[in-house]
């Protein structure tokens, strides 16, 4: 893997953990507040989300590091 392909991967990496962690915050709020209802709502719908079950982050670097190989 080039340094810059490494580069773009880590900071996909990086991007995908912020959010996750956003979630988690509001997750916790949510619990912290009693509000069990709307936290279950939320990871229902977070569950729904194609965008977090495809690791749009991680697919896209990964074509473009495999992508490179074949043209490097």
Do not use: C
């Not at 697919?59 to 490097?72: N, P």
């Amino acid at each position: 893997m080039d340094e810059n392909a490494y580069d773009e991967l880590q900071r996909a990496l990086r991007a995908q953990r912020h959010q996750f962690m956003n979630h988690l915050q509001v997750i916790y709020a949510l619990v912290e507040l009693k509000r069990n209802d709307k936290a279950l709502k939320y990871i229902e719908e977070l569950a729904k989300n194609p965008d977090l079950l495809t690791e749009p982050f991680i697919e896209q670097d990964s074509a473009k590091v495999h992508s490179d190989k074949k043209t490097g």
